[in-house]
């Protein structure tokens, strides 16, 4: 409710139901709560949940909140690994994504050979795919309305650009008609030292993600800015994952918490944004594991989202 009434027009949630409290639940008193805000999780995968039952349960949602629902999806990190499970393929990923749209619009569709049809779904469940890697960018291209790029550096987000575009080609759609997300943590300080320290696990909680695309591509192939910094890497707790403090984050480097974080002033976070928005990013997506989140909520309510609006 907060961030409706500061003028934001998301409110995404992590779906990792091992980590944290479980999601729908409170998308549902979120949706009863409000009255504008688009809700979704940021990001749930196919593998934790049957393709079909998140279909339906969004379906549901979007009936409860009058057609504001938003899915964000991904291959799997943290809700998988915790269980001992890898990601699922992009393969996987694609399909399941054209599967989830049809059965929450209540279009028939096929589940393992099987047509089935969620008849009492009426409304449209735009679709984010979450990526780092060539080959699930392409994929948001051919079938995402939004890609998620979790994190804020304008330099990385260009070159992940690149293969939405490539894979919006190769469907025959209008890159131009896909959204583009940057997802990360947002403080607002004058003392940028303190600030760091309030986001320095975020590096680390994307090292998963480098990790694992350097099990996949050769390190020429990705981008410096993106994989340099993970060499100083040791280990990684997911009992400390997305948590302010996490021991495991202190190989990050303060120049690689300012490229992937929105932090500092006022006008450094507007300015930041600006950034954001030249390289192709149509929304920022404020991840508020910090402390006193309110306050940064109403701060971009009064101060930053004015300046884009």
């Known amino acids: 409710m907060l961030a ?22 409170i998308f549902t008193l979120m949706a009863a709560a409000t009255r ?48 001992g ?5 992009v393969e996987r990923l694609e399909q399941d994504c054209r599967l989830i749209r049809d059965l929450a619009a209540g279009r028939e569709a096929s589940y393992d050979g099987v047509k089935i049809r969620i008849k009492w779904a009426q409304h449209e469940l735009p679709i984010w795919v979450a990526g780092y890697g060539p080959k699930v960018l392409r994929a948001a291209g051919r079938v995402a309305d939004g890609v998620i790029i979790q994190l804020a550096d304008p330099a990385i987000i260009r070159w992940c650009l ?12 209008s890159f131009d008609s896909i959204e583009v997300q940057a997802a990360a943590p947002a403080f607002i300080s004058d003392d940028l030292g303190a ?29 410096s800015a993106l994989t340099d910094y993970i060499k100083a890497r040791e280990h990684y707790d997911y009992s400390e994952h997305a948590k302010r403090g996490a021991a495991h984050a202190e190989f990050v480097p303060d120049d690689i918490v300012d490229r992937f974080c929105v932090i500092g002033s006022v006008e450094q ?16 997506n404020l991840y508020l594991m910090v402390e006193k989140p309110e306050s940064v909520i109403k701060t971009y309510g009064e101060q930053i989202i004015p300046a884009f609006t």
């Not at 499970?85 to 393929?89: E, F, L, S």
Request: charged share 25%; glycine share 8%.
């Open 4 to 25: 409706e009434q500061n003028g934001f027009e998301y409110a995404w949630l992590f779906d990792s139901h091992v980590l944290w409290q479980e999601v729908y639940p």
């Open 36 to 83: 504008k805000i688009k809700i979704g999780p940021c990001v749930t995968n196919p593998g934790t949940r049957d393709a079909t039952v998140t279909a339906s349960a969004l379906a549901t949602l979007n009936d409860i909140s009058g057609g504001r629902m938003v899915m964000g999806i991904g291959r799997g990190d943290s809700a998988r690994r915790v269980l």
């Open 85 to 89: 499970q890898k990601p699922v393929t």
């Open 162 to 173: 690149k293969y939405v575009r490539e894979g919006a080609q190769e469907a025959g759609r």
């Open 195 to 223: 600030a760091r320290e309030q986001v320095r696990w975020f590096p680390a909680l994307v090292s998963n993600h480098v990790v694992d695309l350097l099990k996949r591509y050769e390190v020429k192939d990705l981008p």
């Open 269 to 284: 976070s507007r300015q930041k944004i600006e950034e954001l928005v030249e390289a192709g990013v149509t929304q920022f």
